[in-house]
């Protein structure tokens, strides 16, 4: 048996493990460092916060809430006498929406809300998201921005 020479041959141990070994080591090391880099981070619910919109007078109360993701809004209806919902506007409706952001939350509403009900999303993407009461869609609009 000859002995192997080369620059790498201190890397052989000459039963198998050869330096091409610790390449291929190296590379899945690698691979998985990106992988784990890329993956989507969950942020625990402790550092999230809870906002609340009130509805009053056929209008909410902040009519534009800025929020961060994770956050949870509950609109709460306090016009008493009165119904509401909370309609996401769908993304036909949403225009001007910025390339790469998530601007409508398709299908999303609450029930009819009478007085003293609530309805709670928690918002998880970043983008800015339209929303109207039901029976008075062209009067009574929001709209959460989450950065």
């Known amino acids: 048996m000859s002995k192997k020479r080369g ?11 050869e330096w091409y070994h610790l390449v291929i080591i190296a590379l899945v090391a690698g691979a998985l460092a990106f992988s784990y880099g890329k993956s989507s981070v969950q942020i625990p619910d402790v550092y999230c916060d ?36 909370v309609t996401f ?10 390339e790469g952001m998530v601007c409508s939350m398709e299908g ?17 993407e970043k983008g800015t998201f ?8 062209e009067v009574m609009t929001g709209r959460i921005i989450v950065n």
């Open 130 to 137: 339209e929303y109207y009461s039901e029976p008075y869609k």
């Open 89 to 98: 506007k769908t993304s036909v409706e949403v225009q001007g929406c910025p």
């Open 50 to 85: 809870t906002h609340q919109v009130i509805m009053d007078n056929r209008a909410f109360e902040p009519q534009v809430l800025e929020i961060h993701p994770c956050d949870t809004v509950i609109w709460e209806n306090r016009d008493s006498g009165e119904m509401h919902t």
């Open 7 to 17: 620059p790498f041959a201190f890397l052989s141990d000459g039963k198998g493990f």
């Open 108 to 124: 999303i509403s609450s029930e009819h809300l009478v007085y003293k009900d609530t309805f709670s999303r928690k918002f998880d």
